[in-house]
């Protein structure tokens, strides 16, 4: 396949500027480049989701096609994996396999066989999945590989992978590895979306940097250094650094003392301060979700106790962790964080109601734009619109709207997710500054990452969690990205 000449304008906006990209059979090709860069659009009009401006020259096949839905872009043989997954979480495991291929005769549902087929892909994708569990049940993971199975069972010849490895565990991403390589063997072509540039040299064949909407570079992965992609991805070159915040932590704001949650397989017990970010990192399904969901309110506790600036309280609610200055930035920005469909300002202020309303107890727009501007102006928001929908931004500017939302908030405690899950790397140390401004600031902070080179970066000290229990307490200083592995993987240093 291949695309010339691609360009996109929204509302006077350029999103891509003749861009070009070529698909090989039997290659993995990375796209990559920073949030904005119009990598997701460009999938988008690959698929038939979006048209592309006039002037734009489409190949499928061989064959110069022009007003391509998603629909006849799913027959021809493409296949988009968005971010979301676009999985029904209300349907089994089975039908969500089964409802891209071909019906039994008459075109009749048979349950059974969706079933037996399903088991049959799953086992041999090495995915030891329940085909009749609801979708809704799996873990974020688990859920990222059936979304990739569906495409599989599809026999698609074209597979763009966006973001695939953001929620898996390292086993995951060995499975899903082994599963790319099958597809190349029978001659699939794979579009490789990601931000983690060791998994763009582990698995390319050739590379293409997205950057203001037009390719910069494109070319054989073994042509880059890591250095020269970076370079080419934000115009210039640009270091990791660290954001660990400066001078001792100051008074203890949470306590949780045997705490035992969903899953854990034991009780929880930390602390954190102000001025101090801690960083809890374990693997996939260690409990780290889990036992953030139960501080927030959201999963009832089995056991244990809470305590917020020295006083044991009950967190029933998300509305009571709130009341209580407990602020939370999910995993899955999208589906859990942003509200999609309502503007910036609406997502930004929604948790700082108090500094916009009026005498009538009613949202006053003047004090909403003066808060949502004073955000968007420090937080560098793009495109620095209060108006514009916020599920249409990208992932690194809907992160900055959830931090925004609970910086104007001024929560004693702020509870992070996977902070940079799918973001670019200029973005990255964006988010890491922004977080050390609020612990620094008085919020402590505690953050959840899979990113062992982030939690190095960025924690004051580090928690690791195995099998739902904190087995280990360690700082930077002490640490290596081995160590903390090793302590994952078994509970014990190297």
Known sequence: M????????????????????????????????????????LMKILAGAESPD?????????????????????????????????????????????????????????????????????????????????????????????????????????????????????????????????????????????????????????????????????????????????????????EYESARVTGQPGREVLRVEELL????????????????IVALTGLVGSGRTELAHTIFGLTPARAGRISIDGKQVRVGSPAQAVGLGIGYVPEDRRAQGIFAGHAVSTNLCVAALDQTLGAVRQVVPAKEAVLTRHYVEELDIRPARPDIDAGTLSGGNQQKVLLARWMAARPRLLIVDEPTNGIDIGAKREIHQLLRRLAETGTAVLVISSELPEVLAIASRILVMRQGRIVAQTTPEESTQESILALELSGEQP
């Open 261 to 276: 949650v969903d899953g854990a397989t034991g009780p929880v017990s930390l602390t954190v301060h102000e001025n101090e």
């Open 54 to 238: 006039p002037g734009a020259t489409l190949s499928y096949f061989g064959t110069e096609r022009q007003g391509v839905d998603p629909v006849q872009t799913l027959r021809l043989g493409v296949s988009v994996i968005y971010q979301d997954l676009s999985l029904f979480p209300n349907l089994s495991v089975a039908e969500n396999l089964g409802f891209t291929r071909a019906r039994s005769r008459g075109g009749l549902y048979r349950h059974s066989t969706w079933v037996n087929d399903a088991t049959t892909l799953l086992r041999k994708l090495g995915l030891d999945y329940d085909p009749t569990a609801l979708v809704e049940t799996l873990s974020f993971g688990q859920r990222q590989l059936v979304a990739i199975a569906r495409a599989v069972a599809s026999d698609a010849q074209v597979i763009v992978m966006d973001e695939p490895t953001s929620a898996l565990s390292s086993a995951e991403v060995s499975l899903l590895y082994g599963i790319i390589e099958d597809l190349r063997a029978r001659g699939a072509g794979i579009v490789f979306i990601s931000h983690k540039l060791d998994e763009v040299f582990r698995i390319a064949d050739r590379v293409s940097v997205l950057r203001d909407g037009q390719v910069i570079t494109s070319g054989p992965i073994g042509d880059y250094t890591e250095d020269e992609l970076i370079a080419a991805m934000v115009g210039r070159r640009t």
């Open 2 to 41: 291949s695309l010339e000449k691609v360009s996109k304008t929204y509302s006077g906006i350029t999103v891509l500027s003749g861009a070009n990209l070529t698909i090989r059979a039997g290659e993995v090709h990375a796209l990559v480049g920073e949030n904005g860069a119009g990598k997701s659009t």
